[in-house]
């Protein structure tokens, strides 16, 4: 089966850095995904890494070590307005099918 | 091009009645994904389609639910004998091959009352 695990809250504050972790099961593997989803809105696609690694994207990063099954997401010089939940997914190389994990909802305190 | 769309944005139903929620994916995205989100919960997997077909029914949450594709575009998910237990926000989203990135609709809210 598929399974991944992301902490369920993470609180910081404006101006700083936080680190969202995921580790992830599959039977396949071809990627991990960040997406982000406002209160409300639907789900944004943030980056994807499908090699081991840093990616960077203006204030995010994320990285990937497939022998770990484990991945992060990093948000740096943090603003209010990146309060939100943020997900990860995999990409199940055998079907294709993209599993989400239960998302992170992070809170940024002034 | 235009996003993903669905409809209806809203859609409020007696328990027992059957609802349909349509999906427009961006043209040309081969894979097309049904999601349920309940109100602070994640993303629940319901199928997947690849063309027409659905390699995955198995998010299927019972046998009340049924989703086609025609033509590798649009796609319907009915839902027969609502339940309030369905009440949620179904999103779909689309993909180009095998991309994993998903751009994903605005929703559809269902209430079931």
């Known amino acids: 089966g598929q399974s991944l695990e992301q902490p369920s809250e993470v609180t910081a504050v404006e101006g700083a850095i936080v680190q969202i972790n995921c580790t992830y099961q599959t039977s396949g593997f071809y990627g991990l995904s960040w997406y982000q989803q406002h209160d409300g809105g639907a789900p944004t696609f943030l980056s994807y890494?499908?090699?081991?690694g840093l990616e960077e994207t203006g204030r995010f990063s994320s990285f990937l070590s497939r022998s770990d099954s484990y991945g992060y997401l990093l948000l740096q010089e943090l603003q209010m307005k990146d309060s939100a939940s943020y997900f990860c997914a995999v990409r199940d190389g055998r079907d294709d099918k993209i599993i989400f994990g239960k998302g992170t909802r992070l809170h940024i305190l002034p | 091009g235009a996003g993903v769309s669905q409809s209806p944005s809203n859609k409020v139903t007696e328990k027992g009645k059957d609802v349909e929620l349509r999906c427009d994916p961006i043209?040309?995205?081969?894979?097309l994904y049904w999601y349920r989100q309940s109100l602070g919960q994640g993303l629940e997997f319901l199928i997947y389609?690849?063309?027409?077909?659905?390699?995955?029914k198995s998010g299927l949450p019972s046998d009340r639910f049924s989703a086609e594709r025609t033509g590798g575009s649009v796609s319907t998910l009915t839902i027969q004998r609502t339940q309030q237990e369905d009440s949620a926000v179904y999103l779909c989203?689309?993909?180009?091959?095998?991309?994993?990135?998903?751009?994903f609709g605005p929703g559809t809210r269902l209430t079931v009352t």
């Open positions: 043209s040309g995205h081969t894979a």
């Open positions: 389609f690849q063309g027409n077909s659905a390699p995955d």
């Open positions: 890494n499908g090699l081991d």
């Open positions: 989203a689309s993909s180009f091959g095998g991309s994993a990135e998903q751009y």
